[in-house]
């Protein structure tokens, strides 16, 4: 059965800190992992991570996926209070062909204090 | 604008009641899911469906039934069999046989009293 775990499930900092969420996963047949940042409804889209090794960076939000160890860390630099949301990671796979469903994790829940 | 309608945003019915979400999407997606996220749960797979008149269980189906008639279109209806059914509900969709993550609507956030 494929999991997602992320650790951890809430977290408070300051403004400007500097912040980690974890991200380890199992799953048969990996395709890609994705993060999502969801403040009130929708979640929207942040990265997508098929390759070890590679970061991928937006502004001040990086992520970078180790597919060897099966997790990925997402990092956000000089944290603002709009930073505070639910940060959801998935994996997909492909098991079969066709869109195999997301997988998801608890979600890490963020709050950015000033 | 392309995109994902859920509607209601905002739903409260009795307990025993049947109550159907409705899920409407332009965006030309083949794929459409049906996820239900309480808190501190994440988001959980309720039922999907990648074509017309085909769709799927997810791992927390019972209590639930949905169609897919249209491609257009998947609603989800809540039935009176499901145990605890308040929770926020979401509607994604995604380009069948291409990754990359899904499109979702905004929830609907349904209360049962």
């Known amino acids: 059965e494929d999991k997602v775990v992320q650790s951890p499930l809430s977290l408070v900092v300051h403004e400007g800190d500097t912040v980690t969420l974890n991200c380890s996963y199992e799953v048969t047949n990996f395709r890609s992992l994705l993060w999502y940042k969801q403040e009130k409804k929708a979640p929207t889209f942040l990265f997508m991570l098929?390759?070890?090794?590679i970061e991928k960076k937006s502004g001040r939000l990086s992520s970078i996926l180790d597919k060897k160890e099966l997790f990925s860390i997402l990092n956000i630099t000089a944290t603002q209070t709009g930073d505070s949301a639910i940060y959801l990671c998935?994996?997909?796979?492909?098991?079969?062909?066709?869109?195999?469903?997301?997988?998801f994790g608890k979600g890490t829940r963020l709050s950015v204090i000033a | 604008d392309g995109g994902i309608t859920q509607s209601p945003k905002y739903l409260f019915r009795k307990e025993g009641q049947n109550v159907t979400l409705s899920c409407e999407q332009n965006l030309n997606h083949d794929a459409m899911y049906w996820y239900r996220q309480d808190p501190g749960q994440g988001l959980r797979l309720i039922y999907y469906?990648?074509?017309?008149?085909?769709?799927q269980k997810g791992d927390i189906a019972e209590g639930y039934s949905v169609s897919r008639e249209k491609k257009e279109s998947f609603p989800l209806t809540v039935t009176s069999a499901q145990k605890n059914p308040t929770a926020f509900y979401l509607c994604?969709?995604?380009?069948?046989?291409?990754?990359?993550?899904?499109?979702f609507g905004s929830g609907t956030r349904l209360t049962v009293v």
């Open positions: 998935a994996v997909e796979s492909n098991e079969y062909s066709g869109n195999t469903p997301l997988v």
């Open positions: 994604a969709t995604s380009i069948l046989f291409r990754g990359g993550g899904y499109t």
């Open positions: 469906s990648q074509i017309v008149n085909d769709f």
């Open positions: 098929t390759s070890s090794g």
